[in-house]
């Protein structure tokens, strides 16, 4: 490497640590001083394609997307789930959808931006709606006529870079049936 290459390089490094440091001491700020003033259900689709009883343990995909909108004094957050259940060995067809869309909306001292969006909506806001869902899927699952369980624990670390923009997602394995 030239060493002109290699000082652009250095210089291109210490511009995003520089960076980075700038959106951490921002965002450290800027959590500060929200306040989540409401959590709502703002929408509820279910299908149910297996019938009433507990089908073979299979999986359930679960993927999320956030939204934001500026409000006045602060900022309201659609945050969307989808959850596939499949069952066991086909993956493919799925026996049972949900789509879950909460509402939160802060009160915010400073203006949330798009930077700050995508860490937020990645840690914060999955903190204030993930029990939520947990506690819906049990419920709907109890509704279906089917042996109900608890989705699993939700970690999530910040992304290393903004211009991921697709949809976050997790896999679980449902429990096995008690014998």
């Known amino acids: ?7 652009a390089s250095r210089s291109t ?3 995003r640590t520089t960076s980075s440091r700038a959106l951490t001491d921002t965002y450290s700020e800027f959590i500060a001083g929200i306040e989540l003033r409401h959590l709502w259900l703002a929408a509820l689709e279910v299908r149910n394609d297996h019938g009433p009883t507990t089908p073979q343990p ?3 995909r679960v993927e999320d997307e956030a939204t934001w909108e500026p409000r006045d004094g602060g900022f ?17 067809t799925p026996i049972a959808t949900l789509r879950v869309t909460y509402g939160l909306e802060f009160s ?10 995508e860490v937020f909506s990645t840690v914060n806001v999955p903190v204030n709606t993930w029990p939520y869902l947990r506690e819906l899927v049990a419920s709907i699952l109890g509704r279906f006529g ?3 369980f608890a989705l699993p624990t939700l970690k999530r670390l910040p992304r290393r870079s903004s211009r991921r ?15």
């Open 1 to 7: 490497m030239s060493a002109s290459r290699a000082q």
């Open 13 to 15: 490094r210490r511009d």
């Open 58 to 60: 299979g999986g359930v």
């Open 76 to 92: 309201r957050i659609y945050h969307v789930y989808d959850l596939v259940f499949s069952g066991a060995g086909d993956t493919e």
């Open 108 to 117: 915010s001292a400073l203006p949330l931006t798009d930077d700050l969006f």
């Open 146 to 148: 089917w042996q109900p």
């Open 165 to 179: 923009r697709s949809p976050r997602g997790i896999d679980a394995e449902a429990p096995e049936e008690p014998s």
